[in-house]
């Protein structure tokens, strides 16, 4: 059976599910109201995943994902690079860096790497270079696009971590969000590179299904900010540097940056799933014609 197989209801339900609670916790005060939708999260990636490219490669993506936030999350810790000099401040911790930290890259780094997909093209054994390398840089560019709209609000005003040399963006510095870009690229770098080397060799036509659920769930993760620009209280706050903010300033901010980044994003890719021809046929059916008339199958 090929690796790659329609989504299943379940995959609608988890949909369903996490974007519930995307907006249960958006309400819910504290991090620990986002640690189950976390969970739950990874739980869609992973069958996600599985559906789409094999369960193998769904393993290499989680593990490449695991080990390289880690690493590079805990030597920035260290030596301040590549996200610049800051400690978390929960419990928890993976050497210095809080356990759920990994699979919040997992969760939010496999939506925006089917979104960069749908904007780009997937990645499939054989793939041309353009598309192996490229595919992963735009993943990282709409990861960072994440980042830029919750930083601010989840060191400078909540303190879940602190930089302790401050930074021009409310106090978070430029090197961070190059930190991750950098950091996401290399591991959708090594998925990609594995995908074209041993994913799937055959494409059953459009997964539009599969792509609309994640994007709908990238849409989802701004909740959030939303929720916070019309329900938070305005005060100021001072970051490590003894900088003062205003809390309206960042959550204004928050809100801007995700109508003009994850938003357009998701935008940009619903309308080219909206613009796909749709399928008449069955994959079977598809290579069985495709192959009495001496032409290629369909591909992504």
């Known amino acids: 059976m090929s ?3 329609s989504p299943s209801r379940a995959l609608w339900i988890l949909t369903a599910v996490i974007a519930a609670g995307l907006l249960v ?4 005060p504290g991090a620990g109201a986002r640690l189950p939708v976390i969970v739950v999260q990874v739980g869609f990636v992973l069958l996600h995943g599985a559906h789409r490219y ?3 490669a769904i393993g290499v993506f989680a593990g490449a994902g695991l080990i390289i936030s880690n690493i590079l999350e805990n030597l920035s810790i260290r030596t301040g ?3 610049g000099h800051y400690h978390y401040t929960g419990g928890g911790k993976i050497f210095a860096v809080p356990w759920f930290i990994g699979p919040a890259y997992l969760a939010t780094g496999y939506l925006a790497w089917i979104v960069a997909t749908v904007l780009l093209g997937d990645v499939r054994r054989g793939s041309p270079w353009l598309t192996t390398i490229g595919t992963p840089v735009v993943g990282a560019f709409t990861m960072t696009a994440w980042d830029l709209a919750f930083d601010p609000t989840t060191s400078t005003v909540d303190r879940a971590w602190i930089w302790e040399h401050g930074g021009g963006f409310f106090g978070v510095p430029l090197v961070n ?3 991750w870009t950098l950091t996401v690229y290399l591991f959708l770098q090594v998925f990609a590179l594995y995908l074209r080397h041993r994913g799937p060799a055959t494409w059953p036509g459009r997964i539009t299904a599969g792509d609309l659920q994640a994007v709908l769930l990238y849409a989802a993760t701004t909740v959030s900010y939303f929720v916070t620009f019309f329900t938070a209280a305005h005060t100021t706050v001072t970051d490590a540097t003894g900088a003062t903010w205003r809390t309206a300033d960042i959550y204004e901010t928050s809100v801007l940056l995700t109508i003009y980044g ?11 799933i909206a613009h796909r021809p749709r399928l008449t046929t069955r994959p079977a059916d598809q290579r069985a ?3 009495a008339c001496g032409s290629p199958g369909t591909t992504p």
């Open 81 to 83: 690079f590549p996200f």
């Open 262 to 272: 994850m938003l357009f994003m998701t935008l940009l890719a619903l309308l080219r």
């Open 25 to 28: 916790a958006a309400f819910a």
């Open 54 to 56: 094999g369960r193998r």
């Open 3 to 5: 690796a790659v197989r």
């Open 289 to 291: 014609r495709s192959a």
């Open 177 to 179: 969000f190059l930190g």
